[in-house]
C-alpha cells in the first residue's frame, strides 16, 4: 500500500505514504477521483469527472507543502507534509460581500492553538469569530468592516502583538510555551504569512479565502517535533 488517506482523531484528510517514496503526482493520480499531469509546465487536474488547466478560461491553481510552492512532479511526499492544493475558477462563490471567512494556524515549535477552545470561542464578537473549524485547521468570519490579524490577536485572551522593527509576539499560558518572542531575538524565527505570501499583521485585512499562517521557532521553548 502507498499513498493514501485514513481516518485519524488529528483531523481530516491525514495520509500515510508506506513502502516506498513517491512524489506528491504519483500521490495524486492514486487517489480515487482525483488526477494529475503537468502540461505546457501548468498543473492539470481532474476531479470528480471535471478537468482544471492552470491558465485557462479563469483557472488557477497552486500547490503548496505548507507555506512553500512546489512541483507535484519532482517533490516527494516526507512525513509530516502538509499539502494544500487550491484550484480557483475565477466565479463568485455566492459569499455576501460584507462577510469573509478563511483559516488560521498558529504555531509554536510544531504545537498548533486550539482555537475550538471555549477561552477563544468566548472571545469572538460579531466582527470576529472562530467557526466551522475542523481541527487542525481552523476557520474563522469576518463580517463587516474587514479587519487587521494584528486586531484578530488583540481580541484574543492570551495572544498580542506588535511589529517594532520585527515581529513581536505575546504568549501568555500556564504551559512551557509562555513567553514573548522576537523575530530579532537570536534562536527564533517567526514567519507570519497568508498562504505563501510574508504579511504584514498591522496593515493586512483579512479577505475571503484567506488561509493564515504563523509559525513561530524558537529555542526558548520546547521543541515539539515528533
Known sequence: MYFHFHKSAHGPNEWSNEKKVITLERGLNLLPGISYKKQGGNHVIGYDGTTYQDGRSGVDITIHERTEEIDPTKYEVQHADQYWVHISTGRKSGT????????LMFDINNRRLD???????????????FANSNPPYYGWTNTGEPITLA???????DISYSNRGGHTIKYSSSDRYDGI??????GTEISI???ATDIDPT???LQDGDI???YVHTDAAPDNEH
Not at 486586531?151 to 485572551?157: A, G, H, I, S, Y
Open 151 to 157: 486586531e484578530v490577536f488583540d481580541q484574543l485572551p
Open 193 to 195: 504569512r497568508q498562504r
Open 212 to 214: 493564515l499562517w504563523v
Open 115 to 129: 482555537f475550538t477552545a471555549s477561552k477563544y470561542q468566548r472571545a469572538g464578537t460579531k466582527q470576529f469569530q
Open 96 to 103: 455576501s460581500g460584507d462577510t469573509r471567512s478563511g483559516l
Open 181 to 186: 518572542y522576537k523575530s530579532r531575538m537570536s
Open 203 to 205: 496593515s493586512y485585512q
